[in-house]
């Protein structure tokens, strides 16, 4: 069992940039299927983007396509979100999750039913 602590949120200006970080434990990362999902006050939560066990491929919601991106390092067992060009609608509690990695990939990674373990959030605002 793999346990995810996040840091790195923040305040932040419109037009800025933050890294979230996701510390793992409990299992080596590189066998995992890594995410990230956000909520906003009184929104659904919202599927951010994915990252298959090694790195090579990706998957983002089109709310952060071409500003947001993933990156892994299985060697530290941390899951990176670079988040830039923030805007005000980006302001939520962004959680990073596992799964076990598979052959479907990154199949469904957007559908929340698919993680099996998730991190407790960190908070970002940004203030316009």
């Known amino acids: 069992q793999v346990q995810l602590v996040e840091s790195g949120g923040g305040l932040v200006q419109a037009g800025g940039s933050l890294r979230l970080s996701c510390a793992a434990s409990g299992a080596p990362l590189s066998r995992y299927t890594l995410g990230w999902f956000r909520q906003a006050p009184e929104k659904e939560r919202e599927f951010v983007g994915a990252i298959n066990w090694s790195g090579a491929s990706t998957y983002y919601g089109d709310s ?14 941390t899951l990176y979100l670079q988040m830039n060009s923030l805007k005000p609608e980006d302001t939520a509690i962004y959680y990073c999750v596992a799964l076990r990695a598979s052959a479907n990939g990154l199949a469904y990674v957007d559908l929340e039913t698919r993680w099996e373990y998730w991190g407790q959030g960190t908070q970002v605002t940004v203030d316009s």
């Open 64 to 77: 952060v396509k071409g500003r947001f991106t993933i990156s892994r390092d299985n060697a530290k067992n």
